[in-house]
């Protein structure tokens, strides 16, 4: 968790404010592994109080590829109650509203770093498609990624160990 992170505890868990980008190109969307997991999740981080989600979800593009790009427009915003298993989070309930944006990818482009750090954990850009047999956060990527529309879809998931 990074100083100014809007992150707060709250009843022995914690509330997360994220910005998450879309990045495609061919059929596939760029994501981010680490050393600690076997999943996947979207490009992107917890704002910083005081930006928006549109500047937090541009600065994590730059932070995590190395290239500045816009903001196309808002595609998913994402209600998430899930489990946390990083060190500050570990067990705690967790609870997270996502802003996922499309971003306008430049022609060409390839991330400038492959891998970079968050914490203790490792972290890695991959190209993931929808047919990938590995976990991705969030999942409806893998089908709504498919068909993009023009609005702004809503998606409230409890993922919360039972």
Known sequence: MGVGDMTAACCGGF????????IMKNGRFLMVG?????YL???GGRLKFGETAEEAVVREVFEE????????RLGFVNELYFT???AYNLGK????????????????????CGSFAEGDAKEYLVWASPDDPVKIYPEFFRT???RPERTVRFFSVDDREK
């Open 93 to 112: 309930t967790v609870y997270e509203i996502s802003y996922y944006f499309y971003m306008k990818t430049p022609d060409g482009f390839e991330p400038v």
């Open 41 to 43: 999740y979207s490009v």
């Open 84 to 86: 946390g298993d990083s």
């Open 144 to 146: 709504e990624l498919l």
């Open 65 to 72: 590829t190395g290239v500045k790009m816009e903001v196309d």
């Open 34 to 38: 680490n050393s600690e997991n076997d």
């Open 15 to 22: 509330i997360n404010i994220r910005a998450g980008a879309i």
